[in-house]
Structures are given as structure tokens and as C-alpha cells.
Nanobody, 123 residues
Framework: QVQLVESGGGLVQAGGSLRLSCAASGRTFSIGAMAWFRQAPGKEREFVAH????????YYVDSVKGRFTISRDNAKNTLYLQMNSLKPEDTAVYYCAADRLLRVRISPEYEYWGQGTQVTVAS
């Protein structure tokens, strides 16, 4: 089992920045890749970004390219999402996810999930 705990959410003005963190514990040696998803009220959970744990290869949804950066610190077993130039439409609960598989999945099929952290962007 892998446990994931997100932090770093909050309220920010449009154009501002936030950095989310996701601390992994448990059988972290089994992690092949991690990802960030988000879910706005009344909407389905949406893929945001993906990173392979060993190589650090990344993949982003088009709507966040150039604004968000996913990264990881293997020594700390921590995943990050640096969010810049935030827009009101980025408002959502952000979830981190982990899986043994390396491949990118746009649908929320990852094996392990955190509890989520709220990000609110005011206009």
C-alpha cells in the first residue's frame, strides 16, 4: 500500500501562484509514476499532469502547459505541482495519484489516491 497526503492548497488571486505537495509513504519503492488530477464542483475528475518516478518524464493537459510544472523529490518521496498564472477556471480540489505502471492515463485509473486539497482562484 502507498499512502498519499496533499498540502499547499488555498485561496489566491487570479495571476498568482501556489505550490502543491504530495507526500508519499508506505511501499514507495513500488511507485512507477505519479499524477495530479483536479475536480471542480459538478464536474468529472480531470487529468492535469503526470511524471514518471525514476526518469522524471512529464506530460501535461493542454490547458496547463506553460503555467504548471510537475516535479518530484525522490529522496523525500514527495510530488509537487507548481502552479503559476492561475485562472479562476483552475479552481478545484486537486488530488495526487500514484501507480506501479509508468504509462500516462488521462482517466482516473491510478491505484492510489490522496484525500485532495482545495485550490480557489478569485477573479
Amino acid at each position: 500500500q502507498v499512502q498519499l497526503v496533499e498540502s499547499g492548497g488555498g485561496l489566491v488571486q487570479a495571476g498568482g501562484s501556489l505550490r502543491l505537495s504530495c507526500a508519499a509513504s508506505g511501499r514507495t519503492f513500488s511507485i512507477g509514476a505519479m499524477a495530479w488530477f483536479r475536480q471542480a464542483p459538478g464536474k468529472e475528475r480531470e487529468f492535469v499532469a503526470h511524471i514518471t518516478w525514476s526518469r522524471g518524464s512529464t506530460y501535461y493537459v493542454d490547458s496547463v502547459k506553460g503555467r504548471f510544472t510537475i516535479s518530484r523529490d525522490n529522496a523525500k518521496n514527495t510530488l509537487y505541482l507548481q502552479m503559476n498564472s492561475l485562472k479562476p477556471e483552475d479552481t478545484a480540489v486537486y488530488y495526487c495519484a500514484a501507480d506501479r505502471l509508468l504509462r500516462v492515463r488521462i482517466s482516473p485509473e491510478y491505484e492510489y489516491w490522496g484525500q485532495g486539497t482545495q485550490v480557489t482562484v478569485a477573479s
